[in-house]
């Protein structure tokens, strides 16, 4: 990769043995897929749960953390996705106190580096969404695909440590979707209804994933009608990237990079007709039992308006199967304001803040409550969770509560 | 499944190895499974590669048809052997439990 003074400044260990690391590391990254140049960025954000990093992982963040020699704090702002617990609700979810403290440890050495435990994976909507053209490095693939999306930023898949680095050093390998030409639609996708729900959209999402397949995979999306709510393209942007590794999509006339088709397709792209049975048919591949043992709302965190409509369904109710709500440490404070965690929670259910069900130790969780069959109204918690042992199931946002009292999810 | 025993990776990384091939036409992610026609999913593969080399559990080698930035740089970090991007399906083109050898500073895996 071409350098220039600064980081070949940094690169010699001008500016310290943490920010050299870091360099060195986003250049293997560049130099394997081809980057000619580094380019700033303005924001990171890193992966940060325990579950995926693990012990190792802690002990190499201690090790970066605990190192004062030269520069030690990040450069640019840099905040965190969900950690693995909401400490206040750790005992009920059957985490153990080796998973605490793993957490407090990353928190330690994450604050001593500079970077904001923000724990969020919507901080496009509670933190600073980024604007056109910005150049980021962002972690969690649902906050990716949205950015460069419905914001039109520009971002890779930033894993933990190359967020972190990204972080330190300013810059991100010049690869992939920082590049325009990567960013052209590489198949056409036409649907025939537009979803309303917000499983339907996921679940609209899913269908897409599977079909485009691949990080490269750029869909073109033809045939959506109105003006998607942020909360529905959230799920939508979550479930594709979740099955299929996209980190980028267009819709025609709505997304800022495609008003025209022209604008990202070239006329002789693959097309393919996603129909409303393609997405009741993967809704109805997840209903694989009509008792639950759990219901969850998460991934991604729920906004504020999630919430309310949530604690307006609640009113009256009384659970008897368990009911977690997961949002962020941003929006939390708001829903106790507004009385949606007091409704919530006067039926049954839960709200957590700071985690995402799946990053937090999600089979152990399972294993410590007996928890097995599980609703949600996300697509991508259903694609996750088959992983870790649990029986997900899709449905919308009213069907779920309705198990929630009865224990029974109806067939739609 | 050919008769051709050299294969030349577009992208390579990491140490030379040796070993026997776990062969699957599917996707990888740390966080679900082992084993490879392209990466899949999410992030959590960039720390999960680090954490199983610790354990002594991860792959000697990834190779791939295909392969995401997370791949990349949880290889990166652990330094593990990645090769991805050739002319064949790789995952037809070598036998499961086939003697291999991978050689990322050339760029190539040669089925022993």
Known sequence: MKLDDEEQDILAGKAGPIPQQALKHQIKVGDFFGARDFVPVTQAHIMADTESRGEAGVQWLEGLASNTDGQRRVRIPTITDPRGTDFAKADWLGQTSAMLDLERRTIVAFEKLGVAMTNTCINYQTILPPTRNEHTAFGDTGVVIYANSVCGARSNFEGGPSALSAGLTGRTPRYGFHLPDLRCGTLRICVDHTPTSLNGWGALGGVIGRLAGNYWAVPVIEGIEGAPRSDQLKHFGASMASFGSIALYHIVGLTPEAARLSDVAASDLPAHRVTRTDVEALQKSYHTDDTVDVVVFSAPQLSLYELGDLATLCDGRKFSVPMLAVTSPQVKPDSDRMGYTARIEAAGGNVLSGMCFYQSYAREISEARGWKRLATNSAKLVNILGGYGYRPMLASMEACVDAAVTGKLERT | ?112
């Open chain 2, 1 to 112: 499944m050919s008769a051709k025993i050299m294969f030349k990776a577009r992208h390579a990384m990491g140490p030379i190895v040796r070993g026997s091939a776990l062969v699957a036409n599917d996707g990888f992610s740390a966080r679900y499974d082992l084993v490879l026609d392209t990466a899949k999913g999410g992030v959590a593969t960039a720390w999960m590669l680090y954490e199983m080399k610790s354990r002594g559990i991860v792959p000697l080698a990834l190779v791939l048809n295909s392969v995401n930035p997370i791949l990349a740089q949880g290889a990166a970090l652990g330094d593990v052997a990645l090769l991805a991007g050739f002319d064949e399906d790789i995952t037809a083109a070598v036998p499961d439990g086939a003697d291999v050898e991978v050689n990322p500073a050339e760029g190539w895996l040669r089925v022993s």
